[in-house]
C-alpha cells in the first residue's frame, strides 16, 4: 500500500496568513493526489484533485502543487472559515489512503 | 444536487454484522461508482472499498474477508455489511461518490455523507 504522510499534525496560523501542508508518498503518485477539507456537522468537501487542478467552488486563495512523491496544499490569507482539517488522499492504485490529516487552528 | 445519507444502528455488539445503508439523491447510483470511508478516533482515515455502476465491487484487502458492499438500485441506494466486528471498527463511517471529469471516473471522492458513527462494545 502506499503510505501517505501528511505534515504538520497541527498548525497555528492567524486570518490572513497563509500556510503550507505537506504530503509525502511512500512511492510516486504522479499527480493523482486530492485534497479535502473537513467541518464538523458538515460533509467532506473535495478542494483540489490532480495535485493542483480547484475542484468547482474551491476559492482561489487555495492552491495545490507537486508530483511523484511530494505535494502541498497551500492557502493564502486564511478566512476564519478555513480553520479546520484538511486530508490528502492518493488515489494512483488500490488500495486509496488517505493522510493523517492537519488541523488548522486560530493563533 | 447530489446528496448522500448513512444510516444504521449506532451501536453494534463484537463478533457480529454492522450493516450500513447510503441513501443517495439526486444521482442515479446506475452511474458512476460509489465507495465507503471510515474515520476511526484519532482521526486515520481508511478506504473500505466501492461498488461500481455496474454493480461489480472491488475490496480493501485488509478487509476484504470480512465485507460485502451491495445495492438496491430500485431504491437508489447502497450498502456495507461488515462481519466478525470487533471493537477495531469502531468509527465513523461515510459513504461519497467517486469524480467524474471528461467522462472518466477517478477515485477520489466529490460528494460525501455526513457520516454515521458506529461503537462496537458489548
Known amino acids: 500500500d502506499v503510505q501517505m504522510t501528511q505534515s504538520p499534525s497541527y498548525l497555528a496560523a492567524s486570518p490572513g496568513e497563509s500556510v503550507s501542508i505537506s504530503c509525502k508518498a511512500s512511492k510516486s503518485i504522479s499527480t493523482y493526489l486530492a485534497w479535502y477539507q473537513e467541518k464538523p456537522g458538515k460533509a467532506n468537501k473535495l478542494l483540489i484533485y490532480s495535485g493542483s487542478t480547484l475542484q468547482s467552488g474551491t476559492p482561489s486563495r487555495f492552491s495545490g502543487s507537486g508530483s511523484g512523491t511530494d505535494f502541498t496544499l497551500t492557502i493564502r490569507s486564511l478566512e476564519p472559515e478555513d480553520f479546520t482539517v484538511y486530508y490528502c488522499?492518493?488515489?494512483?492504485?488500490?488500495?486509496?489512503?488517505f493522510g493523517s490529516g492537519t488541523k488548522l487552528e486560530i493563533k | 444536487e447530489v446528496q448522500l445519507q448513512e444510516s444504521g444502528p449506532g451501536l453494534v455488539k463484537p463478533s457480529q454484522s454492522l450493516s450500513l445503508t447510503c441513501s443517495v439523491t439526486g444521482y442515479s447510483i446506475t452511474s458512476n461508482y460509489w465507495g465507503w470511508i471510515r474515520k476511526f478516533p484519532g482521526n486515520k482515515m481508511e478506504w473500505i472499498g466501492h461498488?461500481?455502476?455496474?454493480?461489480?465491487?472491488s475490496y480493501n484487502p485488509s478487509l476484504k474477508s470480512r465485507i460485502s458492499i451491495t445495492r438496491d438500485t430500485s431504491k437508489n441506494q447502497f450498502f456495507l455489511q461488515l462481519n466478525s466486528v470487533t471493537t477495531e471498527d469502531t468509527a465513523t463511517y461515510y459513504c461519497a461518490r467517486y469524480h467524474l471529469d471528461s467522462s472518466y471516473i477517478y477515485p477520489l471522492f466529490d460528494y460525501w455523507g455526513q457520516g454515521v458513527m458506529v461503537t462496537v462494545s458489548s
Open positions: 461498488i461500481s455502476y455496474s454493480g461489480s465491487t
Open positions: 488522499q492518493h488515489y494512483n492504485e488500490y488500495p486509496l489512503t
